[in-house]
């Protein structure tokens, strides 16, 4: 995992793999695929196949990739593009929230899993997320609002999502279940953290005039993170739920 902000998630959901030799796996939602060329990297000579979706292929032309991964542009909302009993282990990260009939999606996980293959869901709760700074309520406004704001390229979507996500499978009775928490936790406001990524993410919120905060409330919402950096007193905590199904 060359990627380092990720590298203590994905010791812990590779904690909860175990891949059978010629694995064939999909990654639903796999944006710039990440955590496909992770997989291949820590399972050498084990994966047959890797096959990688998202509704857009926009996150795809910058990925330097070959075989066994191949991207496609699929929309995981819908009935999905493959035939029953074709993998050994399906990932999602962060796409569940997106998808408005979530129980169609568990529904079209288990159809395309192997009997007893592996889905393992991660999701960031994201009302859960934490800022330490001076403003309080200005940080937790800045923090909720971004949250539960729907952007344009989303049907859905759900800020408890990494608490509920066992629930959703789990009430299918299709799987075995399981699942643990990851919390990531950062104590410095630095280029490349979560922290700091979700700080400027939260920009769109007055860039796009949504009306959840204004400029100068963002302005003073980063001026909040920076001196809490300056007095050494900044911690950014952000927990990611890692749901593991087992298919009955």
Partial sequence: MNNFKYKTLFKAILEQIDLPDNAIIADL??????????FQEAFPNKIKSA?????TDKWFQ???????????????????????????????????????DKAFLVNEIYRILKPRGVVICVNCDWDSIAYN???????????????????????DLDSWIGRRM???????KLFESSVSVHNVVETEYTEGTFGYDLSLDIAWLY???????????YDEFIDNLKSAQEEGQYIFTKPYYIYKGLKK
């Fill in 51 to 55: 096959i990688g979706v998202d509704i």
């Fill in 133 to 155: 700074g001076e403003n309080k309520d200005l940080i937790s406004k800045a923090v909720h609002k971004y949250a539960v704001t729907k952007q344009p390229w989303m049907d």
């Fill in 62 to 100: 910058d990925v330097k990739y070959d075989s066994p991964i191949e991207l496609k542009v699929m929309n995981c909302s819908k009935k999905l593009d493959f035939e029953d009993n074709t993998f050994d282990f399906v990932f999602t990260k962060d796409m569940f929230e997106c998808v408005s």
């Fill in 166 to 172: 066992y629930g959703f499978f789990n009430k299918s």
């Fill in 207 to 217: 860039k796009e005039n949504t009306g959840a905060i204004n400029k100068e409330e």
């Fill in 29 to 38: 939602g796999c944006k710039n695929a990440t955590f496909l060329l992770a």
